[in-house]
């Protein structure tokens, strides 16, 4: 690329160095291995392939259905599905794609707010899912911070919603399926699952999988997945119709073939025995740093973590809003996003929170023992935020710590 295009050239090896140099602790964000890079910079990306293996809608599709069929194989494998579809371009498009084919324009569908923890597309007003359907929200428990399941059957035995979705963005507690199911069966209400963030955590049997309760289960592929940027669709063999004409030619056309061969790649490392301890050591490495951050001072939401992320109030601890710790850390090389914490009195571009997750640094090899020293550049950052000869002198210590641990795919 040097020789043919020297100005994308340098930018690539500036983000090179970025990753490099730097803590990633945005939860959604993770690294991939080698060889799904190399899957994604493949010759397949020549190809149009609109319709599904042994039904194109153009000719010469016979080794790319091979290619989506091995991705579907091992998906079903590895999560237990009775049906997969593979070509989702992301995460909206893939619950757009849910709705479609389980919804009518107007139905009521039961969801989890999104200042709560939830995701835009479960039923934000300027999101398609606020714009076409009617939401009814369910919230966390204003003390414990934890979803109440007892209100969530009140407001479902109420309102009667055609379907209910369990799902987040920003929650660090496990979900109660089983529950979510029952209270469903009540009131006739299908089911479906978003696990964008956690279908890692449960490919790698941590978490209690919704796909033996529910009836449709939709993932994104990267997060803790560690697969390209996707998703997929998996659900009982009776929706399968459904859900393949929603995808396409519901929302989609042709698939991307080279993505779709990534995901392939990330199920086989996602099926061996070594995904299942990273994913274990996802979790062992988030309560150390929720606890890390409690040592520190910082308010945890809900008090710790189940999973691979956290809320933090800085605000309310440190008052420090959530946007200007955005700023301060990424100036010294540490990577989080803002957030809204449950009931947040400050506005969404400048909450009171901050998002943290463990993923990406795990996938470096790091341990509990460095999530302290994380934890400790990220305080010093904050608090030294205004001495520019400090914030200088962390980010030269962020720098020095970071390269200790290498990033797939980069030399």
Known sequence: ??????????????????????LELIASEN?????????MGTVLTNKYSEGYPGRRYYGGNEIIDQAESL????????FGAEHVNVQPLSGSPANLAVYMALLKPGDKVLGFSLDQGGHLSHGHPLNFSGLLYTIIPYFADKKTEVIDMDEVE??????KPKMILAGFSAYSRSLDWKRFKKIAEKIGAVTFADIAHIAGLIAGKQLESPIPYFDVVSTTTHKTLRGPRGAMIMCKEEFAKAIDRAVFPGVQGGPHDH?????????GEALKPSFVKYSAQVIKNAKALAEAMQEKGYRVISGGTDNHLMLVDVFGSKQITGK?????LEIVGISINKNMVPFDPRKPMDPSGIRLGTPALTTRGMKEKHMKIVV??????????????????IARDVRDFSVKFPVPGIK
């Open 259 to 267: 993505i779709n061969a990534a995901k392939a790649v990330a199920f």
């Open 1 to 22: 690329m040097i020789k043919y295009d020297p100005k994308l050239y340098k930018i690539i090896k500036r983000e090179e160095k970025r990753q490099k140099e730097g």
């Open 71 to 78: 991705a579907i194989e091992r998906a079903k494998k590895l």
């Open 324 to 328: 200007e710790a955005e700023h301060a």
């Open 31 to 39: 690294y991939v291995s080698e060889a799904v890079l190399e899957a």
């Open 376 to 393: 400790s550049l990220l305080d010093k950052a904050l608090m030294e935020r205004n001495n520019p000869k400090m914030v200088k002198k």
């Open 154 to 159: 009140r407001i479902a035995l109420k309102e």
